[in-house]
Nanobody, 123 residues
Framework: QVQLVESGGGSVQVGGSLRLSCVAS????????MGWFRQIPDKEREGVAA???????QYADSVKGRFTISRDNDKNTLYLQMKNMKHEDTAVYYC??????????????????WGQGTQVTVS
């Protein structure tokens, strides 16, 4: 069973950049569909980006052109590069993994494995 640990969160100014990392252990992430989600208080956790085992990516409309999901199989690590950040990107960011998610790659309920989250604040 895969375990996930996020890092890289912090504070950044509007227009700035930040890169999140998600280190996996217990299994190789290349086998999984990997996703990044975010959540603000009293709101549903929303999908931000997903990366399938075959390299296919999917992004929420709100981050297209600004965020990039990628992975380093040698390091067993998932990344989320965030650029041109906005106030509304402020949230706790979570990485997630599942062996099969089908078409609903940005739907939180299809993922079984989650990290503990990392706070991102844009001001």
């Amino acid at each position: 069973q895969v375990q996930l640990v996020e890092s890289g969160g912090g504070s950044v100014q509007v227009g700035g950049s930040l890169r999140l990392s998600c280190v996996a252990s217990g299994d190789t992430i290349s086998r999984y569909c990997m996703g990044w989600f975010r959540q603000i208080p009293d709101k549903e956790r929303e999908g931000v980006a997903a990366l399938e085992s075959d390299g296919t990516t999917q992004y929420a409309d709100s981050v297209k052109g600004r965020f990039t999901i990628s992975r380093d199989n040698d390091k067993n690590t998932l990344y989320l590069q965030m650029k041109n950040m906005k106030h509304e990107d402020t949230a706790v960011y979570y990485c997630a993994a599942d062996l099969w998610v089908g078409l609903a790659k940005l739907k939180r309920t299809v993922y079984d494995h989650w990290g503990q989250g990392t706070q991102v604040t844009v001001s």
